[in-house]
Nanobody, 125 residues
Framework: QLQLVESGGGLVQPGGSLRLSCAASGFTLDYHAIGWFRQAPGKEREGVSCISSSGGSTNYADSVKGRFTISRDNAKNTVYLQMNSLKPEDTAVYYC??????????????????WGRGTQVTVSS
C-alpha cells in the first residue's frame, strides 16, 4: 500500500522553529519529486515548497522564502521541511505529496499524484 505520512507538527510560538518529516512506505521516493502544501481554515490549499527527485532543484513560495528549507534523504525514504521564524500566518495543516517525475514540478496540487493526510502546525503565543 502506497503511503505518505507526515509528522513533526505542533504548537510553536512566533519566531520558533519546527521540522516536518514526510516518510514514504510501500514505494521508493527515488523517482519522485516531493512537494509540501498547506491549507488554513477557510482557504484553498497552497504550495509551499518542492524538491526534485535528486534534491538538486528546489522551489519555494514567496511567503516562505528565506525561512523554510526543503531537503530529502532518499536512503531514509524521507523528505523534510525545516521551518524557521514561524509566523501566525503559517498556521495550517501541512501536507506532503509525491509526483512521479524526476524534474521539479510546479507548485500546483494537480501536478502531484500521492498525498499524505497532513500534520497540524499552529503558530501562536
Amino acid at each position: 500500500q502506497l503511503q505518505l505520512v507526515e509528522s513533526g507538527g505542533g504548537l510553536v510560538q512566533p519566531g520558533g522553529s519546527l521540522r516536518l518529516s514526510c516518510a514514504a512506505s510501500g514505494f521508493t521516493l527515488d523517482y519522485h519529486a516531493i512537494g509540501w502544501f498547506r491549507q488554513a481554515p477557510g482557504k484553498e490549499r497552497e504550495g509551499v515548497s518542492c524538491i526534485s527527485s535528486s534534491g538538486g532543484s528546489t522551489n519555494y513560495a514567496d511567503s516562505v522564502k528565506g525561512r523554510f528549507t526543503i531537503s530529502r534523504d532518499n536512503a531514509k525514504n524521507t523528505v523534510y521541511l525545516q521551518m524557521n521564524s514561524l509566523k501566525p500566518e503559517d498556521t495550517a495543516v501541512y501536507y506532503c505529496a509525491a509526483a512521479l517525475q524526476l524534474i521539479l514540478p510546479d507548485l500546483r496540487t494537480d501536478e502531484f499524484d500521492y498525498w499524505g493526510r497532513g500534520t497540524q502546525v499552529t503558530v501562536s503565543s
